[in-house]
Structure formats: structure tokens, C-alpha cells
């Protein structure tokens, strides 16, 4: 088991699989996601340009997508029932 300094367990395993489903729609056209690596490939440096913009716009907007998730589920008042 692969933990962090933060004692996170399975980081690379959550990472790797996170990634390969928001990127999926690039997988194995100009993208390959291995480990904690996000590897772009392309034959001209335009095509590059393009495809790295692509990939980091759709990061971009699942870590919103993700925050906006997180500000929701943590405005809710919980009850406890201890």
C-alpha cells in the first residue's frame, strides 16, 4: 500500500484513476495517463499547443466541478446523534 507525507493511502491508484476518467475522451488519441504522470503526445508543436490547452481546460473544470460539489456538501447542517 502507497501512502503520502499526508497519510493518505492508494494516492497513485486514486490519481491515475481519477485522471484516466476525466481525460477519457483523450486517452489514446494524444494522451496516456501513468501514474502521476500525464503524458501529452503530438506530431507538430501547433498540435501539441492545442492538445495541452485541451487537457488543462478539462482539469481545470473538474477541480470546479469538484469545489462547487464541496461547497454544496459542506453548507448542509449535519445532526448528530451523539
Known sequence: MVSNVFGLTNV???FTRLMNHVLRFF???FIVV???D???YS???DEHIN???QVLETIKLAIDIIQSFNMHTSSKKYISLN
Do not use: A, M, P, V
Request: without cysteine.
Open 51 to 53: 492538445n495541452s490547452r
Open 12 to 14: 497513485l491508484g486514486t
Open 34 to 36: 501513468y501514474f502521476d
Open 38 to 40: 500525464i503524458l501529452i
Open 27 to 29: 486517452i489514446e488519441k
Open 43 to 45: 506530431k507538430r508543436l
